[in-house]
C-alpha cells in the first residue's frame, strides 16, 4: 500500500488540546494533517459498549456514527479539522476515515491503514485500534468562573497610579523612573479614581503586588500578610474591594508564591541560624552560611553579580530566594496566604507571578484552596509560552496570553510579514482548547514589557490597531493603566511611569477610542468568537461571525497610504462601527497608513427596523446596532461615504 499523504503530518492523541471536553456534554476533536493532503476528512465515533445484530452480519458489530470533518485551520505546513461530538453514554471510541483522490484510510491509535468498504468493515472491527475517551467526568472539566471572559481588565502598579499625598517625596512623574523609587501612588488614589474606571467600562482590577517589601515593584515578599504602609492599610484595601464591587468591578491580586523577598522572616531566620534554622528546608540551600556577598548598612544584598549564591533564586538574584513548596512551612503558610485575604477582604482572583516555575502539584493546592474559600476565585498564571499542560482544569484557569500578542506585536512592528502573522494565529487557534481560549487573559503590554505605544515609535494609529486585534480576540482584554491615555515608555522600569491625569497631557482621542471598543465588546459577543475567518487581500482582512452577527474587519499596516482590493462577496454596504459612518465598499478602495475598520453589513438593517415595528425581542448586539444606525442615518447630517474603484 502506498500512502501519498504526508505521514510526518498526520497527528492527534486522545485527552490532550487535541481531544478534550469542552462541557458536560461535548468532546471536541482536533485532527493535524499535511496542507492539501485530504479532500475529505470524516469521523468514525460510537460507544465501545454499544454492539448489536444488523442484515449485514451475523455477527455482533459495533454502533456508531460517521460524522464529517470540518478543515478549520490552515496554516503553511498543515490543516486541522475539527469536529464536536456528544457521546450519548458520555464515553467515546472514536477513529478518522481520511479520504485522498483515489484511496481511503483509517486512522487510529496504532497505525494508518487502507479503509474497506463498510460492510466488510462490520466484520473486523478492531476497537483496540480506535482512540480513546473513556469518560467525560465532570470532576476533569474545565471549571472557569463565569464572570472572567466577559470581563474588561485594567492593570495597575499602585505606587505609580494616583497618590492623595500633598506631599511626596518625588515629584508626581520625575523622570527617569528606577526600581527602588517610590512616588506615592496609594489605595486611597485609587479608591478616587474608581469612578473614572468604572465610567471607562473596566469590570475587573489587577493589581501588581500591594504586600509589604522594600521595593515599589514588591515582587519581594517580606510579609505577605501586610499591606505595604507606603500603599496603604488592609482595612482601606477592603474598604477598596467593597467600593469596587458596588461599581460592578472585580478585584485580582498579585500572589508571589514561587519566591519571597530577601527580609521574609523565614528566610531571616536562615541567615541567622544557618543550618539549625527550622525555616532551612523551606528553601533551597546548597551551603551554609547562605550568604556569600556584601550587604549595605541595611542589610541589603548588594554587588553580587557574578557570585555563585549558595541558594536557589528567581533568576540571579538572592533579594528573591526560591520557596520550596513541598516543605509542610511553606506550604501552611503560602496557603494560609491565599485563604485569607479571600476570606477576609473578598478578593476574587489571584494572579501567580511565575507560575510556571511554581510545581503542578502546589498550583493544584492553590486552586483547591482558592475554590474552597470562593467558589468563583479565577487563578490567572504568568506563563510566557504555550501553556497546556497548566490549564487542563485543575491548576490554572486561565494564563497572560504572551503566546497570541506575539505574532500581534511582530506583525505591528513589521519584524512578520501578513502571511508569518496569519500562520501564527491559525497555529495558535487550532491548538487551544476553545474552553481555554475563552478565559485567556488578552493583552499588548505589561510592567514586564515595553510599553505598546514605545513598541510601536510612539504612533497612536499603530496602537490603534493593537488594541483592534486584542478586542477582537476570544478572551479577557487587559489595558495596562496608562495605554487608554497615551503613557509611554521603555523596558522595564521606564514602563512603569506616573499616569498621566493633567488634562493637557492626555490623549484624549485614544482615550474616546478605547472606551468606543469596550462599548462594542459589551454590545456585539461575536467579537469575542474564536476564529477569525481570512480573505485573500493585500490589506489584513477578516471577518468575526457567530450565529448572530458577520464583522467584516480592514486593518492596513502600511506606514504609506495605498490600495486595497476587497473581493466581490464582501462588497456593499456597510456601517463602521467605530465611527458610526455608513459606507459603500467596491472592489477596489483607497486607504490611509495604518488605517482600520471595522464593519457591520448593512443589508441586515431591514431586519432590524422590521423587528422594531414588531416589537419582537432583539438581541443586546442588534439594540445596540439600532443605536447607530439612529445616529447615522437619521441625523440632520448623515455620515454617508462610498469608497469607489480606482477605475470610476
Not at 31 to 43: A, I, P, S, Y
Not at 82 to 92: C, G, H, L, S
Not at 142 to 169: A, G, M
Not at 197 to 202: E, K, P, V
Request: proline fraction near 5%; aromatic fraction near 14%.
Amino acid at each position: 500500500m502506498v500512502i501519498k499523504m504526508n505521514r510526518l503530518a498526520l497527528w492527534h492523541q486522545a485527552k490532550s488540546e487535541y481531544a478534550y471536553a469542552y462541557d458536560k456534554d461535548t468532546l471536541h476533536l482536533v485532527l493535524r494533517t499535511g496542507k492539501n493532503d485530504l479532500t475529505e476528512v470524516l469521523c468514525i465515533h460510537g460507544d465501545p459498549f454499544s454492539w448489536h445484530k444488523t442484515a449485514l452480519s451475523t455477527k455482533m458489530v459495533w454502533k456508531h456514527d460517521i460524522t464529517p470533518m470540518m478543515k478549520r485551520y490552515q496554516t503553511r505546513d498543515f490543516d486541522f479539522y475539527f469536529v464536536q461530538i456528544k457521546p450519548a453514554n458520555f464515553r467515546t471510541k472514536y477513529a478518522f476515515i481520511l479520504k485522498e483522490p483515489e484511496h481511503t484510510y483509517l486512522f487510529g491509535a496504532k497505525r494508518v491503514k487502507e479503509f474497506v468498504s463498510e460492510k466488510e468493515l462490520y466484520q473486523e472491527y478492531d476497537l483496540t485500534e480506535y482512540f480513546n475517551f473513556p469518560y467525560l467526568n465532570q470532576e476533569d472539566l474545565h471549571h472557569t468562573p463565569s464572570w472572567v471572559k466577559d470581563t474588561i481588565w485594567y492593570q495597575i502598579f499602585p505606587d505609580r497610579f494616583y497618590t492623595t499625598l500633598e506631599e511626596t517625596v518625588l515629584p508626581w512623574g520625575k523622570l527617569p523612573v528606577f526600581n527602588h523609587e517610590h512616588y506615592g501612588g496609594n489605595l486611597l488614589g485609587i479608591m478616587e479614581k474608581l469612578p473614572y474606571l468604572a465610567d471607562l467600562g473596566i469590570t475587573g482590577i489587577y493589581f501588581t503586588p500591594i504586600f509589604f517589601s522594600p521595593s515599589a515593584h514588591k515582587y519581594d515578599t517580606s510579609d505577605y500578610f501586610l499591606i505595604d504602609p507606603q500603599i496603604g492599610t488592609n482595612e482601606e484595601f477592603k474598604e477598596m474591594v467593597k467600593r469596587a464591587h458596588q461599581l460592578g468591578i472585580k478585584v485580582m491580586l498579585d500572589g508571589v508564591f514561587n519566591h519571597c523577598g530577601y527580609h521574609h522572616p523565614f528566610f531571616q531566620d536562615v541567615v541567622k541560624n544557618g543550618e539549625k534554622s527550622i525555616y532551612k528546608d523551606a528553601f533551597f540551600i546548597d551551603e551554609f552560611p547562605v550568604v556569600n556577598f556584601p550587604l549595605d548598612s541595611l542589610g541589603k544584598p548588594i554587588n553580587y553579580h557574578g557570585i555563585p549564591l549558595r541558594f536557589r533564586t528567581f533568576a540571579f538574584t538572592p533579594v528573591m530566594p526560591k520557596w520550596n513548596t513541598s516543605n509542610p512551612l511553606v506550604e501552611e503558610h503560602l496557603l494560609s496566604v491565599i485563604t485569607y485575604w479571600i476570606k477576609e477582604h473578598d478578593i476574587d482572583g489571584w494572579r501567580l507571578d511565575v507560575s510556571n516555575e511554581v510545581s503542578h502539584e502546589f498550583l493544584r493546592k492553590i486552586k483547591e484552596v482558592s475554590r474552597k474559600a470562593k467558589k468563583e476565585t479565577f487563578i490567572l498564571g504568568e506563563n510566557w509560552d504555550s501553556s497546556i499542560p497548566w490549564l487542563r482544569g485543575d491548576q490554572l484557569d486561565s494564563v497572560m496570553n504572551y503566546d497570541l500578542i506575539y505574532p500581534v506585536w511582530k506583525y505591528l512592528d513589521h519584524t512578520f510579514d501578513k502571511e508569518t502573522f496569519i500562520d501564527m494565529i491559525q497555529n495558535y487557534l487550532a491548538q487551544t482548547p476553545k474552553n481555554v481560549m475563552e478565559n485567556m487573559f488578552n493583552l499588548v503590554g505589561s510592567h514586564d514589557t515595553i510599553r505598546i505605544k514605545r513598541r510601536l515609535k510612539d504612533d497612536p494609529r499603530r496602537v490603534k490597531l493593537s488594541y483592534l486585534l486584542m478586542f477582537l480576540s476570544c478572551g479577557a482584554p487587559n489595558i495596562y493603566y496608562g495605554d487608554e491615555i497615551g503613557l509611554t515608555g521603555e523596558h522595564d522600569p521606564d514602563n512603569r511611569r506616573c499616569m498621566l491625569w493633567d488634562n493637557q497631557e492626555i490623549d484624549h482621542d485614544f482615550y474616546s477610542f478605547t472606551k468606543k471598543l469596550i462599548q462594542l465588546r459589551k454590545s456585539y459577543p461575536v467579537m469575542r468568537d474564536p476564529d477569525y475567518h481570512f480573505i485573500n487581500s493585500n490589506a489584513l482582512l477578516f471577518t468575526k461571525r457567530d450565529k448572530e452577527t458577520e464583522l467584516l474587519v480592514m486593518i492596513y499596516n502600511e506606514p504609506k497610504k495605498g490600495l486595497i482590493t476587497i473581493p466581490k462577496n464582501y462588497q456593499g454596504r456597510y456601517i463602521d462601527l467605530l465611527t458610526e459612518q455608513i459606507l459603500t465598499l467596491h472592489d477596489t478602495m483607497n486607504v490611509e497608513a495604518y488605517s482600520f475598520m471595522l464593519l457591520k453589513k448593512e443589508e441586515t438593517l431591514w431586519n432590524l427596523r422590521f423587528a422594531m415595528l414588531l416589537n419582537a425581542p432583539m438581541s443586546v448586539s442588534q439594540l445596540y446596532h439600532v443605536s447607530l444606525i439612529k445616529r447615522a442615518m437619521f441625523t440632520k447630517k448623515p455620515k454617508i461615504l462610498s469608497i469607489r474603484s480606482s477605475r470610476n
